[in-house]
């Protein structure tokens, strides 16, 4: 590789998703900041050894600096992320950065996959925040119906969404976020991403964020990014996509049944295990829709503190965690066929085995073990959404 052919955004691209500022990159390596600086700007470029010494500190392969995208991918939203006033600019910086390697590996596997089309539900006109709390209620039925589960709990939120189109992620590199959503064109291909935190989160968590998500890619996909920017309208938004997962997972009439007069927590703890959904939502459900008042909801929510349930209880361990499969299952049933996709993957987007598997799930073994074929049959397009798993809804 010709040094001339360093590519300076490359650089700046790795050096974010690692979280180092260039002060810190400039340590590790032995460097001054403005040597850094002026790599990143395309003034310098960096000696053979100092490229290597970068590889070495931003654990990519030195070719990485060298390879530009041959995809197209455009963001058609802004990205959704579910804590966004209490995660740092760098940590949203990092999110970004790797969901736009997921969108690269999707690419490359989409030559191999016939991933299932996108089918989620549609606002003819989603370009306001200016929704009723009524409004809200009714597209969080009218989703159901599209999914075809009615109105009573659903099972596997996460392959059904699947099923849809929704392409998932894994991410487990900062404790400030817990999801993040997004609507990306990858090669003129419109495509729903959500990206899930699933190793400090719980079950019951993980399902709301999903709901919550998926509530953005539906009610606030044509918005304009500057609209994240201002603190009042953001609030307005995440209100609104936790309205619609209250009301996507627990919908009025069924929830109200299964309510029982006077219900007390242990009635709310065993409701869990039908619903899937955490207590504190369920006590913010019935609230939502004056069951119980102010004075009952902090009465409930003391007891959830003072018992140590904030965040795990006992019903936690019940639950069955619900894990993506289309990626991971795509990966497998291409090596399985002896197609290298590993190879494939690594020199159109030259990272680590260990993000690879990080951001699509699938086993690191797995990954090392795979044969490095460089002769890539692709004569038998592999439809994903004839798996059996995705239909179990």
């Known amino acids: 590789m010709r040094r001339a052919n360093f590519l300076p955004s490359k650089l700046k691209e790795i050096r974010e998703i690692r979280g180092y500022t260039q002060i810190a990159l400039a340590l590790e390596i032995k460097k001054s900041k403005n040597s850094i600086s002026l790599y990143e700007k395309g003034e310098c470029i960096p000696e053979s050894s100092t490229i290597y010494e970068l590889s070495l500190a931003l654990k990519v392969p030195v070719n990485y600096f060298f390879t530009s995208s041959i995809n197209k991918i455009i963001h058609i939203s802004p990205i959704f992320f579910r804590r966004l006033l209490s995660s740092n600019k760098s940590h949203r910086i990092m999110a970004m950065r790797r969901t736009a390697w997921l969108a690269e590996i999707f690419a490359i596997l989409n030559d191999y996959l016939a991933f299932p089309k996108n089918k989620l539900f549609a606002l003819k006109e989603n370009k306001t925040i200016n929704y009723s709390a009524d409004f809200i209620e009714n ?42 959503s997004v609507w990306l064109n990858i090669n003129s291909e419109e495509r729903p991403f959500i990206l899930l935190d699933q190793i400090k989160d719980s079950p019951a968590r993980i399902r709301f964020n999903c709901a919550h998500e998926l509530g953005h890619l539906i009610l606030h996909r044509n918005l304009k990014s500057t609209i994240l920017e201002e603190k009042d309208q953001l609030d307005i938004i995440e209100r609104q996509a936790d309205h619609f997962a209250s ?27 039908e619903w899937g959904v955490s207590v504190q ?113």
């Open 139 to 180: 597209i969080a039925l009218e989703v159901r119906n599209h999914f075809g589960i009615g109105s009573n709990p659903i099972g596997n939120l996460i392959n059904i969404l699947e099923f849809h189109g929704v392409i998932f992620g894994n991410f487990s590199i900062t404790n400030t976020l817990d999801a993040f």
């Open 281 to 393: 939502a369920m006590i913010m459900r019935a609230y939502q829709l004056n069951i119980i008042n102010e004075n009952q909801k902090s009465y409930f929510f003391r007891k959830i503190n003072y018992l140590g349930y904030t965040k795990r209880d006992p019903i936690d361990d019940l639950l069955p965690m619900e894990n993506p499969i289309l990626i991971k299952a795509g990966i497998k049933k291409l090596l399985e066929k002896d197609i290298s996709i590993v190879s494939n993957i690594s020199k159109e987007l030259p990272i680590n085995l260990e993000d690879i598997a990080d951001l699509t799930g699938i086993e690191l073994e797995i990954l090392k073990q795979s044969n490095f074929k460089s002769n890539i049959e692709n004569d038998n397009v592999i439809d994903l959404s004839l798996m059996k798993q995705l239909r179990k809804v």
């Open 247 to 273: 009301a996507f997972l627990l919908p009025k009439s069924t929830f109200l049944k299964s309510l029982k007069t006077n219900f007390g927590l242990n009635d709310l703890l065993s409701m869990k295990k």
